[in-house]
């Protein structure tokens, strides 16, 4: 038997004026009260808690870990294999495997709520392992079977992992969520930055793009199947939906907390892929050495697993929404900054610091929501709607940055304008800190 969790409006009430809106939510999720978990509640600890925690780290290196390493694909393509085709639209491939990765929440984060979790990380973890063997069967200047396997296969298989591995996290955690939260999402850059390392060697190395390719598939398969056997649910009953799904989207329509946190993710997505995707063409278009350039993505994601992990430690003190401001704020700076990489030291200082603070910003976004989320048995819808908002951003960002810097590589056409746009979205999370100090 599920147990009704309190209603937030009937919190605030209590509350009102001893807490803060993001304080009440601290008080609300670290409550027992998750209709998802069995009576005795989350039990912060324990063996398939932290191997189930281990699998969803393994799920976030082999998913977004491989979409952050698309810039080696963007390099590699633009230089080698797809030379006929603009860098704009070579970037759909990466955003729209992006895109499909947030957006298939949609549906994934329902079918969570129903219980299907099994079912959505074998199905989802079978789908990337053959999209990146498929991969290995494309030749080049097959542009558009490359984007259907890799932009269009591998980022359905992700969307359906993604968002209920992060979901199942508060089965298993209550008082350490944000900081095991974090560490799940650690995974992402750790895999950029191993990804890029044995793409750069793979696919510019002796064993060429199709060898290169299945080697990787195999190492991404191998990751994928200890994920599915260590991850374990809480789950009651399956037999039976605990939320409507219109419900759930009706509430958040409702909600102007929620709806101004997907704004302002989504239009920051739009900025925020730019360095990611072109850093390492970036540099090597500036004459900086190529062996160094390919190490370009490796040290922004190093630092920004830096990030990760210590986002969560930081938010306990500065505040979850606190944080992801100043994250924001200082990684649309830093896109805006990028018109001025010219040498080694630039890419390097500019590597560090927007992977360390666009790593906070990433670990950050899932508590965030969990934060606005009054019943926990709602939380796959809302990662749902809000993924499916914010998938829009990544798509479109790539290809306009892309098609801004056209053939003739106008950096900082494509880089004032994903700062700028960045900078708007983070004006929206400032609009919620103001929110909540007006109903102190």
């Given at each position: 038997?599920?147990?009704?969790?309190?209603?937030?409006?009937?919190?605030?009430?209590?509350?009102?004026?001893?807490?803060?809106?993001?304080?009440?939510?601290?008080d609300?999720?670290?409550?027992?009260?998750?209709?998802?978990?069995?009576?005795?509640?989350?039990?912060?600890?324990?063996?398939?808690?932290?191997?189930?925690?281990?699998?969803?780290?393994?799920?976030?290196?082999?998913?977004?870990?491989?979409?952050?390493?698309?810039?080696?694909?963007?390099?590699?393509?633009?230089?080698?294999?797809?030379?006929?085709?603009?860098?704009?639209?070579?970037?759909?491939?990466?955003?729209?495997?992006?895109?499909?990765?947030?957006?298939?929440?949609?549906?994934?984060?329902?079918?969570?709520?129903?219980?299907?979790?099994?079912?959505?990380?074998?199905?989802?973890?079978?789908?990337?392992s053959l999209?990146?063997?498929?991969?290995?069967?494309?030749?080049?200047?097959?542009?558009?079977?490359?984007?259907?396997?890799?932009?269009?296969?591998?980022?359905?298989?992700?969307?359906l992992?993604?968002g209920?591995?992060?979901?199942?996290?508060?089965?298993?955690?209550?008082?350490?969520?944000?900081?095991?939260?974090?560490?799940?999402?650690?995974?992402?850059?750790?895999?950029?930055?191993?990804?890029?390392?044995m793409?750069?060697?793979?696919?510019?190395g002796?064993?060429?793009?199709?060898?290169?390719?299945?080697?990787?598939?195999?190492?991404?398969?191998?990751?994928?199947?200890?994920?599915?056997?260590?991850?374990?649910?809480?789950?009651?009953?399956?037999?039976?939906?605990?939320?409507?799904y219109?419900a759930?989207?009706?509430?958040?329509?409702?909600?102007?907390?929620?709806i101004?946190?997907?704004?302002?993710s989504t239009?920051?997505?739009?900025?925020?892929?730019?360095?990611?995707?072109?850093?390492?063409?970036?540099?090597?278009?500036?004459?900086?050495?190529?062996?160094?350039?390919?190490?370009?993505?490796?040290?922004?994601?190093?630092?920004?697993?830096i990030?990760?992990?210590?986002?969560?430690?930081?938010?306990?003190?500065?505040?979850?929404?606190?944080?992801?401001?100043?994250?924001?704020?200082?990684?649309?700076?830093?896109?805006?900054?990028?018109?001025a990489?010219?040498d080694?030291?630039?890419?390097?200082?500019?590597?560090?610091?927007?992977?360390y603070?666009s790593?906070?910003?990433?670990?950050?976004?899932?508590?965030?929501?969990?934060?606005?989320?009054?019943?926990?048995s709602?939380?796959?819808?809302?990662?749902?709607?809000?993924?499916?908002?914010?998938?829009?951003?990544?798509?479109?960002?790539?290809?306009?940055?892309?098609?801004?810097?056209?053939?003739?590589?106008?950096?900082?056409?494509?880089?004032?304008?994903?700062?700028?746009?960045?900078?708007?979205?983070?004006?929206?999370f400032?609009?919620?800190?103001?929110?909540?100090?007006?109903?102190?």
């Amino acid at each position: 038997m599920s147990i009704t969790q309190p209603r937030i409006c009937d919190t605030l009430v209590a509350h009102e004026k001893s807490h803060t809106l993001e304080e009440l939510g601290r008080d609300v999720h670290s409550s027992n009260f998750s209709p998802l978990c069995s009576e005795s509640g989350p039990p912060d600890g324990g063996f398939w808690a932290w191997a189930t925690a281990f699998g969803c780290f393994l799920i976030q290196f082999c998913g977004f870990g491989y979409v952050s390493s698309f810039g080696v694909y963007q390099d590699f393509y633009t230089r080698v294999y797809l030379p006929n085709q603009p860098p704009s639209a070579i970037s759909w491939i990466g955003a729209l495997t992006s895109f499909l990765a947030d957006n298939v929440t949609l549906i994934s984060g329902p079918l969570y709520d129903r219980g299907w979790f099994y079912q959505l990380m074998i199905a989802g973890s079978a789908l990337q392992s053959l999209s990146l063997f498929a991969l290995s069967l494309a030749k080049p200047d097959q542009f558009y079977l490359i984007f259907m396997v890799q932009g269009v296969l591998s980022g359905i298989g992700m969307g359906l992992t993604y968002g209920p591995c992060m979901a199942v996290i508060s089965q298993h955690f209550s008082k350490r969520r944000t900081l095991v939260m974090s560490f799940v999402a650690s995974g992402s850059p750790m895999g950029a930055v191993i990804h890029p390392i044995m793409l750069n060697h793979l696919l510019n190395g002796t064993l060429g793009f199709a060898r290169g390719v299945r080697v990787s598939a195999g190492f991404v398969s191998a990751l994928l199947l200890i994920s599915c056997l260590c991850m374990r649910t809480r789950i009651v009953s399956t037999s039976k939906s605990t939320t409507s799904y219109g419900a759930a989207a009706r509430k958040c329509s409702r909600d102007v907390f929620f709806i101004l946190v997907t704004a302002g993710s989504t239009l920051f997505q739009i900025g925020y892929y730019f360095p990611i995707f072109y850093l390492q063409l970036d540099s090597i278009k500036h004459g900086i050495d190529v062996h160094f350039s390919f190490y370009s993505l490796v040290i922004m994601n190093a630092a920004c697993v830096i990030g990760r992990c210590t986002a969560g430690i930081i938010a306990a003190y500065a505040g979850t929404l606190n944080f992801t401001i100043a994250s924001t704020v200082t990684c649309s700076a830093l896109i805006i900054s990028v018109m001025a990489l010219s040498d080694i030291t630039s890419v390097v200082v500019l590597g560090l610091a927007y992977g360390y603070f666009s790593g906070v910003y990433i670990a950050l976004m899932v508590p965030l929501v969990t934060m606005f989320t009054p019943d926990l048995s709602e939380l796959g819808a809302r990662f749902g709607i809000c993924f499916a908002f914010t998938a829009f951003g990544g798509l479109l960002g790539g290809p306009i940055s892309g098609a801004l810097l056209s053939s003739q590589y106008r950096w900082w056409i494509a880089s004032l304008f994903c700062g700028l746009i960045s900078f708007v979205g983070s004006f929206m999370f400032v609009m919620v800190r103001l929110m909540i100090y007006r109903r102190r």
